[in-house]
């Protein structure tokens, strides 16, 4: 039996409906891709350059106050020793 060209007709359209929603969906879907990938990118930049800056700030902290932090450390460094040598000792 052969279909009436009324038939053929609505499935022709209902082929090129289907595919059009098709492209319409598989557009969108990589345009939101495509931001999220920017997103990804600007998080990245953002978090490098809040790295470096993080950096300088503790190297201009040390710069400036490095020899307050180094006499901090010496007597921390030596209480810790001999605390370590006193359980040492005691076991």
Known sequence: MC???QARAANKAAMDNYNYKLKVRERKWNNELGLIRTQ???HDQTMDA?????GNQYAE?????????HKQRKPKKIALRNL???????N
């Open 40 to 42: 990804r990118v600007q």
């Open 50 to 54: 809040v790295h470096v800056g993080l």
């Open 3 to 5: 279909l009436g060209s």
């Open 84 to 90: 370590q040598q006193n359980q040492q000792v005691i």
């Open 61 to 69: 902290i040390q710069e400036k106050y490095g020899d307050q932090i």
